[in-house]
């Protein structure tokens, strides 16, 4: 990571490390973005889109190693094998939300101490948030409306995050993490990644400040939420299954 006065962000954003700086933690969970740098699912989702050109194969690669430079976090290893078990069942006609069941119960069984990870837990929930058709405008207001109701026993929040998800979480996909990427390779670009971080915490510190979570939930049975609303979503799924199968 290059030397630089935001030295804690780069790292944060491209590799997940913890941030130790108050200020700018606070200001990103103020903001319902601290996702970004907790290297979530989003993280992979950026890189699948760069790497269109190549193979499924190449790209699962490539995720696989980013994954082990972020030391295997259960966000990003949901998130990947989410795309390999997707790549293996794409001949089948199963839905979304069926390759997300698929992909917790094969991570559980694997390692079932993550079952009660909180991080988890939420990665789980946007995992659903994902799955599901967009009935908002467009696909991503959709997904952002989705995760915000999702994850508000978790992580309760102004409805103005979800506005400032919409707006500023896209850029920082599409500008912020694949330029700190480059200056990660290049340190000589440091002023140039610099700037942009400036503008981003500005920005940031312009948006409305969160309030203190009325609840705080906590301990082992939390699972049960995520685990009952995936249950509830998939029998939603099977009356709309049945009628498009029916109209074809």
Known sequence: MPNSNFHELYTALICGAPITNGAHRQLFIDTGLLHLL???????????????????????????????ICS???????????????????????SGLQFEFVTILVIVLLYPPWLFSRSFMMSWLCGLALSLPPVII?????????C??????????SPSTLLVNILIAPLV????????????????????GDFFWKILLVVLQHCPESQPAPWVLSGRWLFLFPLTLHLVLLLLEVPCRRARWSSC
Not at 77 to 83: E, I, K, L, P, Y
Not at 173 to 192: N, Q
Request: aromatic share 16%.
């Open 38 to 68: 907790i290297v979530s699912g989003a993280h992979l989702h950026f890189l699948e889109r760069w790497m269109s050109p190549f193979s499924s194969r190449v790209r699962l690669t490539i995720l696989g190693l980013y994954c082990w």
């Open 72 to 94: 295997f976090g259960a966000p990003v290893v949901r998130a990947w094998a989410r795309r390999v078990i997707g790549l293996t069942g794409r001949s089948t006609f199963a």
């Open 138 to 146: 467009n696909r991503t207001i959709s997904q952002c409306a989705y």
């Open 148 to 157: 915000y109701l999702f994850l508000l026993l978790f992580c309760p929040n």
């Open 173 to 192: 996909g599409a500008l912020l993490f694949p330029l700190c990427l480059l200056v990660a390779l290049c340190p000589w670009l440091t002023p140039v």
